[in-house]
């Protein structure tokens, strides 16, 4: 991604004042995840295979972000099929 669009989609999942490298977004639907980052200036190789490590569902220490949100999905898909 050009840089500025990588920096407006990631920057969300970063802390305020921070400035985001890359970042990891999952489309449970769609059974994938995405790495966003700047073709304008690569990622140091270190950071990629963190992004890869949060694809394979490794989340920061102390965090929940993901599995809250893969049982949200769950949950809403399971209501959309009830009656």
């Not at 790495?35 to 963190?50: C, G, K, M, R």
């Amino acid at each position: 991604m050009p840089h500025e669009v990588m920096r407006e989609h990631c920057v969300r999942y970063v802390g305020f004042g921070q400035s985001p490298a890359a970042c990891a977004e999952f489309d449970f639907a769609q059974h994938r995840c995405d790495i966003w980052y700047s073709a304008d200036f690569p990622p140091q190789p270190f950071i990629v295979e963190h992004e890869r490590m949060h694809c394979r569902g490794y989340e920061h220490a102390g965090e929940h972000h993901l599995s809250e949100a893969w049982h949200r999905w769950q949950a809403a898909q399971e209501s959309a099929v009830r009656p």
